[in-house]
């Protein structure tokens, strides 16, 4: 068990329809990176958050945004949504994300859009 | 830009057997090196890590050492246990656009049998 938690485990959904997806960092973690992960791209960095704030932008769509809460918490909403979009969605935490930078990964949010 | 190469898969190996995953990368600066495990339906784990050129990583048998002059970080484990069958995904982390974010391979699919 790595210490972070994703929320829901599962989700499936029509195309067109908005979906939240949670994260809930290690203890003591500030850090929160999100993740993609599907056959055709493999893992791609989407973006990263710091203490509350954005800190880094990977290959995010301008459909979806992040934001990371004062409790650490952070939600990834994903809008218009597309059948491209039906991924392994993964959050990680790091204590500074920055260095040698070990990030703990959630278990993943299977998302299946139709 | 930054980026990792890494042996495809799926690789099949009988217990016991010597293990090698090739990995490259290509990087600015001083990255930090990381060898990440995926069991099936589950989030990755941390493996092990290289922070600094000659630095070996070791955990649970598996070893990498960070070559700076060959830009790799190849896996090896001297005898495999069924167990250890999962996907391997290389990665690298290196201040860039992307902030700290890992960059990772496309996975080895890894199977070992009895």
């Known amino acids: 068990d790595s210490g972070v938690t994703q929320t829901p485990k599962h989700l499936i959904t029509a195309t067109g329809q908005r979906v939240t997806l949670r994260c809930s960092p290690r203890?003591?973690?500030?850090?929160v990176y999100w993740y993609q992960q599907s056959l055709d791209q493999g893992l791609q960095f989407l973006i990263q958050?710091?203490?509350?704030?954005?800190?880094a932008k990977g290959n995010i769509l301008e459909r979806f945004s992040a934001q990371q809460f004062p409790d650490l918490h952070s939600e990834l909403n994903l809008s218009s949504l597309e059948l491209g979009d039906s991924a392994l969605y993964f959050c990680a935490s790091s204590d500074s994300g920055t260095g040698d930078n070990e990030q703990y990964f959630g278990p993943g949010t299977r998302l299946t859009v139709t | 830009g930054n980026s990792v190469t890494q042996m495809e898969g799926p690789v099949t190996l009988s217990e016991e057997a010597f293990l090698t995953i090739n990995c490259t990368y290509t990087?600015?600066?001083?990255?930090?090196l990381f060898w990440y495990v995926q069991y099936p339906g589950e989030g990755l784990q941390l493996l092990l890590k290289a922070t600094k050129a000659d630095d070996k990583g070791s955990n649970k048998g598996f070893e990498a050492t960070y070559r700076k002059e060959t830009t790799s970080f190849h896996l090896e484990k001297g005898s495999v246990q069924v167990s250890d069958s999962a996907v391997y995904f290389c990665?690298?982390?290196?201040?860039?656009?992307?902030?700290?974010?890992?960059?990772f391979g496309k996975g080895t699919s890894l199977l070992v049998t009895p």
């Open positions: 990665a690298l982390s290196s201040n860039s656009n992307s902030g700290y974010a890992l960059n």
């Open positions: 958050y710091y203490n509350g704030e954005e800190r």
């Open positions: 203890s003591g973690d500030l850090s």
């Open positions: 990087a600015t600066g001083y990255p930090s």
